[in-house]
C-alpha cells in the first residue's frame, strides 16, 4: 500500500529565488493526479476530492511569495491538501459503505428504501490516475493497492487525523516527525496514532501480491461469463460466480446481503432487468474490475441502471458494490445511453 516511488521529481527552488505564481502553478501540475488520490483516499468521494485538489492549487497560487524551498514543492502541496481535507472533514463527515453502519438484511426479498441523507463512499475510475500513455505500466501514478474499495471504505471509520497520519506514513513514506509538523503535534503522538490506525485496518490493508492483474486470462473469462450472466438475467449463473460468503451492497440504499443465497434471493427479486434488457460495459475502478450496468428502456435504447466494482478472490467474485449514482456514468467516460444498434442487439 504504498506510493513512495512516486518521489519528488521536480526540484524545489532555493530559499532566495522566490517561485512566482505562474511558476508555481507549472511546476505544480506533474503532481495533480497523486494529489486528487490522496484526497478521495482522505474524503471516500472523488467529487469532492476534485474540489479539493482545486482549493490546494488556489491557496497553493495565492501563497507562492511564501514558498520558502525548505522542504519539496510536493511535500509542500501535500501539506496544503491535508489540511484542507481535514477542515473539510469537520463539515462533511465520514462516506460509509452499507457494510459499514449496520448488520445484513435477513429478509432480501423486502422492498429496499434509498438513504439519500448519508454521504456514502463514491467509486474512482482508474482512467483519473494514469498518465499520457495509459498502457504502459510505469504510466500509473498511482498504486492500486493504495485504492482499493475496502481499504477506503475502512479508511472512513478512522478520526481524521488518525486517517491522515496513516496515509502520509504507510502510503506516501512521509517521517513521523515531517507528519508530527504537518499535524502540530508530536512524534511519539504520530507513532501512536500509526499503530492505532494499522489495528483498525489489519483486515482491508491490501497488498499488491494479493491484486489479481486486469490481464490475467482466468479472471478475464470469469468477468466475461459475469457479465454474461448479467445481459440474459440468469440469477443461477451470477449467483455460480460467488464465494459462498460473498458481499452485496448497493449505495444510497441501506440494505446489504451477505453470502451466495441471499445474493441470489435478493437479484431474483430487486432486479427489474429481464433476460436481454441488461447490457453490461466494462470498466474500472478502485484498481478493481467494474461494470456499468444498462437497462433496456422503451425505445430500444439502454440507460444507466448502476456501477458495479468487483472483488475478485480465488477465482470467484467476493464482493460487490453496486452503486446508484448516474453521476458517476460520465465521470466514467460512459455513454448516457447506448442505441440498441450500438450494443448489438
Known amino acids: ?71 519539496s514543492l510536493r511535500t509542500w502541496l501535500y501539506r496544503i491538501a491535508t489540511n484542507a481535507c481535514l477542515t473539510a472533514i469537520e463539515s462533511r463527515g465520514r462516506r460509509p459503505m452499507p457494510s459499514g453502519i449496520g448488520a445484513p438484511s435477513d429478509d432480501p426479498e423486502r422492498p429496499v428504501v434509498e438513504a439519500p441523507e448519508v454521504p456514502w463512499l463514491e467509486p474512482v475510475p482508474d482512467a483519473m490516475f494514469r498518465g499520457e500513455q495509459p498502457s504502459d505500466p510505469a504510466a500509473v501514478v498511482v498504486s492500486r493497492s493504495s485504492m482499493r474499495l475496502a481499504l477506503v471504505a475502512a479508511l472512513q471509520h478512522l478520526p481524521p487525523r488518525q486517517r491522515a497520519v496513516l496515509l502520509l506514513r504507510e502510503v506516501l513514506k512521509w517521517r513521523a516527525a515531517e507528519v508530527a509538523e504537518l499535524l502540530g503535534t508530536s512524534t511519539a503522538s504520530v507513532n501512536s496514532a500509526l499503530q492505532r490506525a494499522r489495528a483498525q485496518l489489519q483486515q482491508a490493508a491490501l497488498t499488491e501480491d494479493e491484486l489479481s492483474e486486469p490481464t490475467d486470462p482466468s479472471q478475464r473469462e470469469l468477468l466475461d461469463r459475469y457479465a454474461k450472466a448479467f445481459e440474459n438475467s440468469d440469477v443461477t449463473a451470477i449467483v455460480q460466480l460467488f464465494k459462498e460468503d460473498a458481499v452485496w451492497e448497493m449505495p444510497p440504499f441501506p440494505e446489504w446481503v451477505s453470502g451466495r443465497d441471499a445474493i ?41 441502471f448502476h456501477l458495479q466494482v468487483l472483488e475478485i478472490e480465488d477465482g470467484h467474485v467476493a464482493h460487490v458494490g453496486a452503486f446508484f449514482d448516474d453521476r458517476l456514468f460520465p465521470l466514467f467516460g460512459l455513454p448516457e445511453s447506448v442505441p440498441a444498434e450500438a450494443a448489438g442487439r
Open 264 to 304: 441470489a434471493r435478493l437479484i431474483g427479486a430487486q432486479c427489474p432487468i429481464g433476460p436481454g434488457e441488461g447490457l453490461m460495459i466494462p470498466t474500472s475502478a478502485n484498481g478493481q474490475p467494474a461494470f456499468a450496468l444498462y437497462s433496456r428502456h422503451e425505445g430500444g435504447d439502454y440507460k444507466p
Open 1 to 71: 500500500m504504498t506510493d513512495s516511488t512516486l518521489g519528488d521529481s521536480v526540484t524545489a527552488p532555493s530559499a532566495d529565488v522566490p517561485l512566482s505564481r505562474d511558476d508555481l502553478l507549472d511546476r505544480a501540475q506533474p503532481y495533480r493526479r497523486e494529489l486528487l488520490a490522496h484526497c478521495y483516499r482522505m474524503m471516500g468521494s472523488v467529487h469532492d476530492a476534485e474540489d479539493l485538489v482545486q482549493d490546494t492549487y488556489l491557496r497553493a497560487w495565492r501563497a507562492a511569495d511564501r514558498f520558502e524551498g525548505r522542504s
